[in-house]
């Protein structure tokens, strides 16, 4: 794994402008686009999903929060899980998580290279991340997990996240034939 440098969280801050989205992958500050219709959409399914989780236990965040990677990159999925236990005393804090996510959801757009996908996704692995990644080009719903493998869901059916008891999502519902 490269080494790279980590920057704080202020320096993080001062990279972007407010309205803008972006992350700092391997010593670099990446742009995000706005995201369109369709991807506010699933991601909004996704949350909905994620709504059945006891609160007791998981805490369920939306687009745009910062985790840390060891690496010292800072992430920002569309989505993701994190167990409460591994925030001390189980409170939230109002900065960025310092840590990954235990499950991060991303929504492919469709001007993401997949070169930024590929380092991403190799991040989240390092990190022992569970990845969730919808894919609108071929309607697919990819789960990949470190101690269950990877498995691709098709047009309508349920993606199923192990690590997430009864979480089901079924982001690219069969179109009607007829």
């Known amino acids: 794994m490269a080494t790279t440098t980590g920057i704080t969280w202020n320096d993080f801050l001062a990279a972007g402008n407010p309205g803008q989205r972006w992350e700092y992958v391997e010593g670099e500050v990446r742009f995000m686009s706005p995201t369109g219709s369709r991807h506010g959409a699933v991601i909004h399914d996704i949350s909905l999903a994620l709504s059945t989780l006891d609160s007791d236990e998981w805490v369920c965040f939306g687009a745009d929060v910062a985790f840390a990677m060891q690496d010292g990159s800072w992430l920002c999925p569309d989505a993701a899980a994190v167990r409460r236990d591994r925030y001390p005393g189980g409170v939230v804090p109002d ?52 101690k269950h493998g990877s498995r691709t869901f098709a047009e309508g059916e349920r993606a199923l996240i192990q690590e997430l008891p009864g979480v089901e999502l079924n982001l690219f519902p069969a179109k009607d034939k007829s």
């Open 95 to 146: 900065g960025p998580t310092s840590f990954p996510p235990d499950v991060a959801f991303e929504a492919i757009s469709p001007n993401d290279l997949w070169s930024d996908i590929q380092r991403k996704r190799r991040l989240y692995r390092q990190n022992g991340v569970v990845q969730v990644w919808a894919d609108f080009e071929n309607r697919t719903t990819e789960v990949i997990s470190l």
